[in-house]
């Protein structure tokens, strides 16, 4: 398992912009696949995001549809960090955003959180209407 630490979280108005941060600890960070999920209130965890191992320079990305085309993610092998950035922001999208990281393969698709074994304390997202 990796210790995975989140940042970036906060209050946005809607149609605004944040980046979410999450730090790696150990030195095989490029090996793991890494994704964001998010929680709000009264709901079950849920899948945002992932990217996959670089292979080479190529690296597989999957969203969640209603974050397609608002959200990138995008990982820093070097400085072992995978960022999720969040542009227009709603108000839908308030919740505790978590990264997560694991060892299996990934191509496409979403994901359950029950495919990842290691998790970040969580940092929390805003969006005011």
């Known amino acids: 398992q990796v210790r995975l630490v989140e940042s970036g979280g906060g209050l946005v108005q809607a149609g605004g912009s944040l980046t979410l941060s999450c730090a790696s600890s150990?030195?095989?960070?490029?090996?793991?696949?890494m994704a964001w999920f998010r929680q709000a209130p009264g709901k079950e965890r849920e899948f945002v995001a992932a990217?996959?191992?670089?292979?080479?320079?190529?690296?597989?990305?999957g969203y969640r549809d209603s974050v397609k085309g608002r959200f990138t993610i995008s990982r820093d092998n070097a400085n072992n960090m995978v960022d999720l950035r969040m542009n227009s922001l709603k108000p839908e999208d308030t919740a505790v955003y978590y990264c997560?990281?694991?060892?299996?393969?990934?191509?496409?698709?979403?994901?359950?959180?029950?495919?990842?074994?290691?998790w970040g304390q969580g940092t929390q997202v805003t969006v005011s209407s």
């Open positions: 997560a990281a694991r060892k299996e393969s990934y191509r496409s698709g979403t994901a359950k959180p029950s495919d990842f074994s290691s």
């Open positions: 150990g030195p095989t960070f490029s090996s793991y696949v």
């Open positions: 990217i996959s191992r670089s292979i080479g320079s190529v690296v597989y990305t």
